[in-house]
C-alpha cells in the first residue's frame, strides 16, 4: 500500500518561509515523479511545482516560480518544497502527490496515481 504523508504547514506571516515534507513509502521513489499541489478555499486544485529525479528535471507553476524550491532526498524517500516570500494568496492546503508520468503531464494533477492527506498553509498578518 502506497502512503504519502505531508507535514510542516502552519501559520506563517507574509514574507515568511515553510519548508514542507512529503514522506512516501510502499512505492519506488525514485521510478517515480513528485509533486505538489494547493487547493485555496473557492478553487480548483493548482500545480505547484514537480520533481522528475529520472528526468534530471523540476518543474514549476507560475505564481510560484523563483520563490519556492522543490527537492528530493532519495534517501529518506522524501520530497521538500521550501516555500520563501509568501503572500496571503498562498494560502491553501498543499498536497503532494505521485505519478510516473514525466514532461508536460507531471503539472497536470489528472495524471497523478497517488495523494497525500494534505497541510494547511496559512499566510496572513
Known amino acids: 500500500q502506497v502512503w504519502l504523508v505531508e507535514s510542516g504547514g502552519g501559520l506563517v506571516q507574509p514574507g515568511g518561509s515553510l519548508r514542507l515534507s512529503c514522506a512516501a513509502s510502499g512505492l519506488t521513489f525514485n521510478t517515480y515523479i513528485m509533486g505538489w499541489f494547493r487547493q485555496g478555499p473557492g478553487k480548483e486544485r493548482e500545480f505547484v511545482a514537480a520533481d522528475s529525479v529520472s528526468e534530471g528535471t523540476t518543474y514549476y507553476g507560475t505564481a510560484v516560480r523563483g520563490r519556492f524550491n522543490i527537492s528530493s532526498d532519495n534517501s529518506k524517500n522524501t520530497v521538500y518544497l521550501q516555500a520563501n516570500s509568501l503572500k496571503p494568496e498562498d494560502t491553501a492546503v498543499y498536497y503532494c502527490?505521485?505519478?510516473?508520468?514525466?514532461?508536460?503531464?507531471?503539472?497536470?494533477?489528472?495524471?497523478?496515481?497517488?495523494w497525500g492527506q494534505g497541510t494547511q498553509v496559512t499566510v496572513s498578518s
Open positions: 502527490g505521485a505519478t510516473r508520468y514525466g514532461g508536460r503531464y507531471s503539472s497536470e494533477a489528472q495524471f497523478y496515481e497517488y
